[in-house]
């Protein structure tokens, strides 16, 4: 074996014992305690599906013995696994057995796992008492929270667990003299911290690990068999096939497939790993350097962790805890995902013009127009096909079928599977290539689509049943994954029998081994995620606990002196610095309990008015970002381990590439027109347009080259062009005020004005609650019912208004009341009242989108400066 053969080796065990310790336990137990673990995983997968399913309920009406697990119990069963497994599948420290499973890890298996399951078989009594613990309440509870903190330890290292001893320190020690004064708070006993922590849903197993436990855990599994069936291979070899001839094609494939990946797939570092194991080897062949090839890998991973509809995982909490529905939000997601990828492929293509590169041989063909679509658009034209597909023929089953919908489209989804596995038969499976070996020539887009067509199946029963049907997510992901599950262990047989290889036997079993495998993988992939929503519920509970909130939110708004872009970059920076080290579901958790909200009350302060979901995903791109951002970037430390670069080197280069996706946050809280908030189908395509436009010029000029290299002046110009494109308001409201102010005093005539649903934009100022002395000044704006007296619709909306003389004061909002908590902050009782200063109605403008016309001259300027100095073809 050659030096290089070694060094390769070696580098590929880095790289599996990372992804190992990150996603599934560094631990390969052997004998009975191995087997256990995997049976252990298995059974965890299995009562997932159970519980997701219909059959609890069967079993109970055909019984007569209540197997039903709710909400709170499934939380419990939930954590109990996820703890025993950490327990068991991670070890404690580096220097312990990886081989075999010590004593020390059975009794803190059994111990993580019994403080849960306490909670199950006590519930009876623990709801008679509730608020006063027992000393076995605090036995249990405190041996949860400690065997909490070793699995995070275990499975996730030592941020996390930092993270969460600070906000248990401050509900502890909030109170001591040694607190600044600005953050101290009362403080809490033992009994109601481990209470509230613990022994309810408020902390531990709150909303976080409900979410979980209900639909994380599903969509995690259907990625899990989607990859063990072979669709990560396919989907890799599938990107190289299409783009591989292109300037740069491998580094054009790699991005491509890990957006795919990102489909799926809950983990950037775990992305990094799939793809880039075949994608950075291939890269660096064609001209990239080991930090180029492991950055353009990085980028496309931790952007799949941003893309619809799993997004990390993260999807499914974003939904819960801003209130918008799952479709809604992929909606929203939507589009900044695809014009942060598009960029990214375009950011390839600059760089592969700057190193002079060419793409891959391609296979030796006729060009006919057949030949042609299934080059660079073959994927948009069957992502549009597939589109058209789901909403227009599964939705016309509706019509046809209205009392036999499921029915129907079971019925055509297999026939569909059968019809697809007839034609993946005729052509020879995709083999694993060796990424490490040469390769002649490119295999042909379309021999390598036909192979794994039906693949495609379980995503369109995903779609057709969120969409169409409007399921919850958890029950699409359960139809999801059956679909997924059948065709992991019939595809093999199936194609067996259609061949006549007579190897159908051999088929059956590693059917039936995929499927196995997939299980576990599933489970042993959930078991960081599992613990983290439950750390994660810690930070959650201490918030609602102390309102620490609150004073992270006084602490940005002071550094910040009440500049609206400085808070921002504050909180993205404070964003950037929280996820570091995090899985994306508890990064997520983290940075939106303590960061959103500050943008929601800061921005008040300012007039900045956005929609919660906004505000949630501007936190959490910043989170995210954290994978490649030095010096922790753990997705950039995976890839140059694959590389052979240097990790630094590599996150800085990968956060470059990155750029990009750290503007668009800033665009879409300004210009919620990108979130597809309240816009038409065909304002949307214009909006989707301008938006690959504006993205694709700030690559240009980040990367210094557009035609030619550019010059400063010319970077200058193309930063400011892209700036117009995305938010040509900016310059309108230099020119033309956008809100005409009323005085306070006409809040009930215009109340009274506004249309059914109506919005009414207002000005509340008032003695702030902490210093009466200080006048604060919050926009709020309200939604009005339907149309009546303006006094009786601002009543029914929980806002009592009072006039004196020329002023309308406003009366303290009863607790539960919509704007309650949004006005908490005023001393209603000072000396000075708190009255509505102003009302602000939208200004009759010209259209925003006339600045673009300057825009676009500028943008012909460079154009023609620069094609004096073209050498070699755009594209």
Known sequence: MSVEDDTRRNKDVDVDMMVAVVETGARTAAGAAGKFILALAFVWSCFQIYIASDVPYVLTEVTGVNVVFNNQEARQFHLAFALALAMLAYPLFKTSPRNRVPLYDWVLAILGASSCLYLFVFKE???????????????????????????????????????????????????ASFMPDAIQWKGASLGKAMWHYWMQSEGVFGVALGVSASMIFLFVLFGSLLEKAGAGNYFIKLAFALLGHLRGGPAKAAVVASALSGLYSGS?????????????????????????????????????????????????????????????????????????????VYIVHLEALKLG????????????LARRLSGVLFGFIAMCVLAAVVYYGLGWIKVVFPNLTFAAAAIICLAAYVILAIIASRHPDLEMDDPNAPI?????????????????????????????????????AYWATISMLTIVLTQRPLKAALRASGEMGAAWKQGFRDF????????????????????????????????????????????????????????????????????????????????????????????????????????????????????????AFAAAAISGGDPIRTGIQGF??????????????????LLLIDVGPVKAVFIFVIGVTAMMLFAAATQGYFLARSRIWETAALLLVAFTLFRPGFWLDYVQAPYVDRPGSDLVQLAGQVEDGGTLRMVVSGPDFDDPDQIEDLTLVIELGPK??????????????????DKTVLEEPLPGTPYFTQLQGYDYYADESVVVSKVQLPAERMPKEVFYIPALLLLGLVILMQRRRQTVPAF
């Open 516 to 635: 196995i495998d997939g299980m576990i993988s599933g489970a042993r992939s959930m078991i960081g995620i599992g613990v983290a929503t439950g750390a994660a519920g810690i930070i959650v509970g201490t918030v609602s606990l102390t309102g620490a909130h609150q004073v992270v939110g006084e602490f940005v708004e002071f550094l910040s002196g009440g500049n609206l872009m400085l808070m921002l970059f504050l909180v993205a920076v404070m964003s950037l610095i929280l996820g570091m080290g995090l899985p994306t579901t508890a990064n997520y958790i983290v940075v939106s309990s303590l960061m959103a909200p500050v943008i929601v009350t800061v921005g008040a302060q300012s007039g900045l008015i956005v929609p919660l979901v906004a505000v949630h995903l501007f936190v959490f791109y910043f989170g995210i970002l954290a994978d490649d951002t030095p010096p922790v970037g753990l997705a």
């Open 656 to 673: 470059s590439y990155d750029i990009r996706t750290a503007l668009l946050p800033f665009l879409f809280i300004f210009n919620t027109e």
């Open 440 to 476: 002649e020539e490119l295999p042909k887009a379309w021999d390598v689509a036909v192979t794994g067509f039906y693949f495609l199946l379980p995503i369109v029963i995903l779609i057709w049943c969120i969409l169409i049907e409007r399921l919850s997510p958890t029950t699409s």
């Open 125 to 175: 009594e623990i709801a008679n008492r509730a608020g006063l613990p027992t000393t076995a309440d605090l036995v249990f509870s405190i041996m949860g929270m400690v065997s909490l903190g070793i699995a995070v330890y275990r499975s996730l290292g030592l941020p996390l667990v930092i993270v969460a001893s600070v906000f248990v320190f401050y509900v502890f020690f909030g109170h």
């Open 357 to 368: 590169l060419e793409g891959m041989k391609r296979p030796t063909v006729t060009a006919t």
């Open 788 to 805: 009546a007296d303006g006094t009786d619709r601002l009543f029914k909306i929980g806002l009592t208004v009072m006039e004196d003389g």
């Open 268 to 344: 950037s570092i775990a992305n990094v790993v799939t793809t880039g194991t075949f994608t950075i080897p291939l890269m660096k062949r064609t001209g990239f350097s080991p930090e180029k090839a492991g950055a353009v890998e990085v980028a496309s991973s931790t952007n799949g962790q941003l893309t619809p509809p799993v997004m990390g995982a993260a999807a499914f909490l974003i939904s819960e805890f801003t209130g918008i529905s799952y479709p809604e939000l992929i909606k929203h997601a939507f589009l900044p995902a695809v014009i942060s990828y598009i960029a990214l």
